[in-house]
Nanobody, 128 residues
Framework: QVQLVESGGGSVQAGGSLRLSCVVS????????MGWFRQVPGKEREGVAT???????TYADSVKGRFTISQDNAKNTLSLQMSSLEPEDTAMYYC??????????????????????WGQGTQVTVSS
């Protein structure tokens, strides 16, 4: 069973930086799509960034140039480096993953429905 555990959230002032990490375990495939999503109470979960096993990345327009998604395969860790944070970035951030078989077509959209495995979330609060 795939498990994802996020860490690194916290409180920061506008313009500051945070780095989120997600340790992934229990998977058996080296072909995958992983991503970061965020959610504010009362709103739908929003895709922030995704990365597939080929290293192809996708970002939401709202975070392009400020956030960077990366992976450390040796540590089974997905990271999200967030810089120039804005109060609008305040949300609960979730790590998500989907693993593919050898002959599957890998799709890696910023779409919640694409991901069957989720972490518990880590809170990010940005004050003005």
């Amino acid at each position: 069973q795939v498990q994802l555990v996020e860490s690194g959230g916290g409180s920061v002032q506008a313009g500051g930086s945070l780095r989120l990490s997600c340790v992934v375990s229990g998977y058996t495939s080296g072909r995958y799509c992983m991503g970061w999503f965020r959610q504010v109470p009362g709103k739908e979960r929003e895709g922030v960034a995704t990365m597939d096993s080929a290293g192809i990345t996708t970002y939401a327009d709202s975070v392009k140039g400020r956030f960077t998604i990366s992976q450390d395969n040796a540590k089974n860790t997905l990271s999200l480096q967030m810089s120039s944070l804005e109060p609008e970035d305040t949300a609960m951030y979730y790590c998500a993953a989907r693993f593919y078989g050898l002959w599957d077509w890998i799709q890696c959209p910023l779409a919640e429905a694409n991901f069957p495995s989720w972490g518990q979330g880590t809170q990010v609060t940005v004050s003005s």
